[in-house]
């Protein structure tokens, strides 16, 4: 994910070739998405987001390439206003109750891609072992980019469909998918899917995340 910027002369060039990817088909489409997504993460235009590539993965970053983290040193903080904070390395997180489900992931920005197998350990498991407070409201999300949150409220992220993913279609969680390890919600936005996490901070109030902040639903449901 490295290297400068991309100029407006190749971005325009990709459009081009996103229209032949609608074209010819979802196999093209799945190709050029994937050649895409380094570009898509240090692009400064936005205009890569406007290239046709049908219903499969875009790859998006609010803050250009983002680091790697190695998932032998990974490691999620529980924490805020909660009487038993804890710090998960991966394999702790493995080591816990796992919960699959395949479902569509649904971008606010109208794409979505059907039928995508998730595993991890609830958002729900993790807050009870927690133990909230009685000042407890909202849940934030926060990723290792050094920018990126989201939120829900506590009753939000204990919803059986809210993971701190760990597997994808069956492999460990990409970087350009947001691993070692992300948020899935299955009855959200994407947007409220956060990728790259860090940090499950309870807070005593619903404060808006980056897109929140910035226009997107507070609540993210599907369909709002």
Known sequence: MDGAPVGRRVVLGLLGLGAVGVVTGS???EGLSRALAPIQL???????S???????WRYYSVTGPVEARDASTYALDVSGLVDRPATYSLADLQGLPQTAFSDT???VTGWKVED????????ADLLESAAPTGEAVGVRFR???????TNMTLEQARADDVLVVLT??????THDHGGPVRIYSGSMYGYKSAKWLSEIEVTSNN???YWEDRGYPLDGYLGE
């Open 27 to 29: 196999r093209v489409q």
């Open 42 to 48: 240090r692009d400064p235009t936005g205009l890569t």
């Open 50 to 56: 406007a290239i046709p590539v049908g219903d499969t």
């Open 105 to 107: 992931f649904h971008c």
């Open 116 to 123: 995508v197998p998730w595993s991890g350990v609830r958002v």
């Open 143 to 149: 990723s290792f980019d050094g920018t990126y949150t």
């Open 168 to 173: 994808m279609y069956g492999e460990p969680v």
């Open 207 to 209: 404060e808006p995340g």
